[in-house]
């Protein structure tokens, strides 16, 4: 694959922004998505190990002295395996057994994380919410380690509890059987159809599970796209203000799609205009803006997720038939 952050556009300064930005665990397992996808393997393993040095005595990876969150952590571990290989399904085997930090990410994902009757983990720990974000952050991790029918055991119980017509709320308490973040947020879609192609690229033995519904995300969000070529921060409410990572997610999820054979080449042309609808945004100097903006994500920003997404959704359009 070619390497797109060698070329003349402006992905290397997109890179250089995301390197230089403080990461959360989730974050740094995302950057180093991105740096799996543009061919950096090693800078990627680098952002995995430390990780490990900051990863809590349970096992989450990147968490000591960071946050109470439960699964973000397990978000590092896919550059502990290294890129997608889906022609050597042993490959993720391996690199649990030569890793004793991964093995214990995955030991706690598999059988000591917080998480419902059914299996569905819980996002926080002393919560028992179930969060959008988790399906990105556990299932590609999932896949990559050998793991498929917990992968799809995580999407069946978000989608149940989630999902509403293809489009996903933020947040569910077990407890009260409730939303209790209702709203059709855009980057907890993003985040569900992004993390199903990821576990996808892994593992293509799972696609007559998960495509599908992949798809399904795909269509109802674009249903609702706006006349900028993006999407309200909340999906269905023309009052949100306008946000431009749910259509890097989805230009990830369709490029993705169609390189792998998952969707029709119709998507080829999906995913390249989201691109160009989100290219004005990033200035000068890498910063891609207009997205849910770190720390809180609850207003217009910047934030190292985007900045990665924004590379992975130009790797996934590199992969792309010229």
């Given at each position: 694959?070619?390497d797109?952050?060698?070329g003349?556009?402006?992905?290397?300064?997109?890179?250089?922004?995301?390197?230089a930005?403080?990461?959360?665990?989730?974050?740094?397992?995302?950057?180093?998505?991105?740096?799996?996808?543009?061919?950096?393997?090693?800078?990627?393993?680098?952002?995995?190990?430390?990780?490990?040095v900051?990863q809590?005595?349970?096992?989450?990876?990147?968490?000591?002295?960071?946050?109470?969150?439960?699964v973000?952590?397990?978000?590092?571990?896919?550059?502990?395996?290294?890129r997608?290989?889906?022609?050597?399904?042993?490959?993720?085997?391996r690199?649990?057994?030569?890793?004793?930090?991964?093995?214990?990410?995955?030991?706690w994902l598999?059988a000591?994380?917080?998480?419902?009757?059914?299996?569905?983990?819980?996002?926080?720990?002393?919560s028992?919410?179930v969060?959008?974000?988790?399906?990105?952050?556990?299932?590609?991790?999932?896949?990559?380690a050998g793991h498929?029918?917990?992968?799809?055991?995580?999407?069946?119980?978000?989608r149940?509890?989630?999902?509403?017509?293809?489009?996903y709320?933020?947040?569910?308490?077990?407890?009260?059987?409730?939303?209790?973040?209702?709203?059709h947020?855009g980057?907890?879609?993003g985040?569900?159809a992004?993390?199903?192609?990821r576990?996808l690229r892994?593992?293509?033995?799972?696609?007559?599970?998960?495509?599908?519904?992949?798809?399904?995300?795909?269509?109802?969000?674009?249903?609702?796209?706006?006349p900028?070529?993006?999407?309200?921060?909340?999906?269905?409410?023309p009052a949100?203000?306008?946000?431009?990572?749910?259509?890097?997610?989805?230009?990830?999820?369709?490029?993705?799609?169609?390189?792998?054979?998952?969707?029709?080449?119709?998507?080829?042309?999906v995913?390249r205009?989201?691109?160009?609808?989100?290219?004005?945004?990033v200035?000068?100097?890498?910063?891609?803006?207009g997205?849910?903006?770190?720390?809180?994500f609850?207003?217009?920003?910047?934030?190292?997720?985007?900045?990665?997404?924004?590379?992975?959704?130009?790797?996934?359009?590199a992969?792309?038939?010229?």
């Amino acid at each position: 694959m070619t390497d797109p952050a060698a070329g003349p556009s402006r992905q290397h300064p997109v890179l250089l922004a995301l390197l230089a930005m403080q990461r959360h665990s989730w974050e740094q397992g995302v950057a180093s998505h991105a740096l799996l996808d543009l061919g950096h393997t090693d800078l990627a393993r680098l952002l995995a190990l430390d990780a490990v040095v900051h990863q809590s005595p349970d096992g989450r990876l990147g968490t000591v002295g960071e946050e109470s969150g439960s699964v973000n952590g397990a978000a590092c571990g896919e550059a502990l395996i290294g890129r997608p290989a889906p022609d050597d399904p042993a490959a993720g085997a391996r690199a649990v057994a030569a890793h004793p930090a991964l093995a214990a990410q995955l030991d706690w994902l598999l059988a000591r994380a917080p998480r419902a009757a059914d299996g569905t983990l819980f996002h926080v720990i002393g919560s028992r919410e179930v969060w959008a974000d988790t399906v990105y952050m556990v299932v590609p991790l999932l896949a990559a380690a050998g793991h498929p029918g917990e992968a799809v055991r995580q999407v069946a119980g978000h989608r149940e509890r989630l999902c509403s017509g293809g489009l996903y709320a933020a947040r569910w308490d077990e407890d009260t059987a409730a939303l209790t973040g209702p709203e059709h947020w855009g980057t907890g879609s993003g985040w569900v159809a992004a993390g199903i192609a990821r576990a996808l690229r892994h593992d293509p033995s799972l696609e007559p599970a998960l495509a599908g519904h992949a798809r399904e995300i795909v269509d109802a969000c674009l249903a609702l796209r706006r006349p900028d070529g993006l999407f309200g921060n909340v999906l269905d409410d023309p009052a949100s203000f306008p946000e431009a990572n749910v259509a890097q997610m989805l230009a990830y999820t369709t490029c993705t799609g169609v390189a792998d054979g998952w969707l029709p080449p119709s998507y080829a042309a999906v995913g390249r205009s989201l691109i160009a609808a989100v290219a004005p945004l990033v200035t000068p100097d890498g910063l891609v803006t207009g997205v849910c903006g770190a720390p809180v994500f609850d207003r217009p920003g910047t934030s190292a997720e985007a900045q990665s997404f924004y590379l992975m959704a130009q790797a996934a359009a590199a992969r792309l038939p010229v």
